[in-house]
Nanobody, 124 residues
């Protein structure tokens, strides 16, 4: 079973940047791709962005579009999420997961092998 480990979270001031990483225990290229989600206390888990393995195509939630970039290290089974101009309302636990469908999807139900998450706290 694939295991995912997120890292890179921490405390950052509003307007700052963070780079999160998601390391997979094995190659996940047989799947469609990977996704990043976040969950704030008392809120549902929401899609942040995803990457398609076939061609590296990425897509993002409107709330982070233009401020976030997902990239991959093919040889290292690692995906990164670069987030800039962070806002206090983006404080949450950030998760990565494998897209088990054959299309881009924003629903957390379409993802599997969730990591333990990494806490991102944005101070005002």
């Amino acid at each position: 079973q694939v295991q995912l480990v997120e890292s890179g979270g921490g405390l950052v001031q509003a307007g700052g940047s963070l780079r999160l990483s998601c390391a997979a225990s094995e190659r996940t290229f047989s799947y469609y791709g990977m996704g990043w989600f976040r969950q704030a206390p008392g809120k549902e888990r929401e899609f942040v962005g995803g990457i398609r393995w076939f061609d590296g195509r990425t897509d993002y939630a409107d709330s982070v579009k233009g401020r976030s970039t997902i990239s991959r290290d093919n040889g290292e089974n690692t995906v990164h999420l670069q987030m800039n101009s962070l806002k206090p309302e983006e404080t949450a636990v950030y998760y990565c997961a494998v897209n088990k469908r054959y299309y881009s999807t924003y629903s957390s139900r379409d993802y599997a092998y969730w990591g333990q998450g990494t806490q991102v706290t944005v101070s005002s």
